[in-house]
């Protein structure tokens, strides 16, 4: 069975600074990764995926993730976070037979300082 | 086109009581899916239909019950609510194809809590 660990639950940055947040995940081929975010009293929003090809993926809102196999990781970053950047970050896998079964991670809340 | 609607926001019920989440989607979209929202624990998934008709299983499927009548509509039922159930609920829908992903698109959550 598939499965994704976030390790960090919290991640406090200053706004300006750079951003990484960790995905780790057990699945025995490669899958489909994902990161979602959801902001407060809101559903998730794709913010970018991995299918195959190029390791380094960019997203919207200026993210980028890159697909580390020999880690087992899909790390995602942002060189610069903005205030409206503070959310929750939920890393998702999926079967690259069954792309609609998502396995989600615990997620990574973010919080912005001034 | 409104995407993903969910019915109610908010719901506070007693154990025992019974409801249906709604659902529904006007992107003509075969895949809907039901997740549930744990602090620490992600989405975990429900159930899930692939069309009008047909439901399967995911993760966490005791205590609910689907049924897909329409392409649009994909309700979750609570037949008996516990308290064990209090979380918050989202419903997803994409298209459905053999041979790669299309995005899930999600609805805004139903806030369930059982006292």
């Known amino acids: 069975a598939q499965s994704v660990t976030q390790p960090d639950i919290h991640i406090t940055v200053s706004e300006g600074a750079s951003l990484e947040l960790r995905c780790n995940y057990s699945y025995g081929a490669t899958p489909y990764l994902f990161w979602y975010v959801q902001s407060p009293g809101q559903g998730l929003q794709l913010l970018l995926k991995y299918f195959s090809g190029d390791t380094l993926v960019q997203g919207i809102k200026g993210f980028e993730a890159e697909f580390k196999r020999s880690q087992s990781s899909f790390n995602l970053r942002k060189p610069s976070v903005h205030w409206s950047d503070a959310a929750e970050y939920f890393c998702a896998v999926a079967p690259n037979n069954a792309g609609n079964m998502l396995t989600f991670g615990g997620g990574t809340r973010l919080m912005v300082k001034p | 086109n409104a995407g993903v609607t969910q019915t109610p926001k908010f719901q506070v019920l007693k154990t025992g009581q019974s409801m249906t989440l709604q659902c529904a989607q006007d992107m003509n979209h075969e895949y809907m899916s039901w997740y549930r929202q744990d602090p620490g624990m992600g989405l975990r998934l429900i159930h899930y239909?692939?069309?009008?008709?047909?439901?399967d299983q995911g993760e966490v499927p005791n205590g609910y019950n689907v049924s897909r009548s329409t392409t649009e509509d994909f309700p979750l039922r609570l037949l008996s609510a516990a308290p064990s159930q209090t979380s918050v609920y989202f419903c997803a829908s994409s298209y459905e194809t053999a041979s790669y992903y299309n995005e899930q698109f999600f609805g805004p959550g139903t806030r369930l809590t059982v006292l």
């Open positions: 239909s692939v069309g009008a008709g047909i439901t």
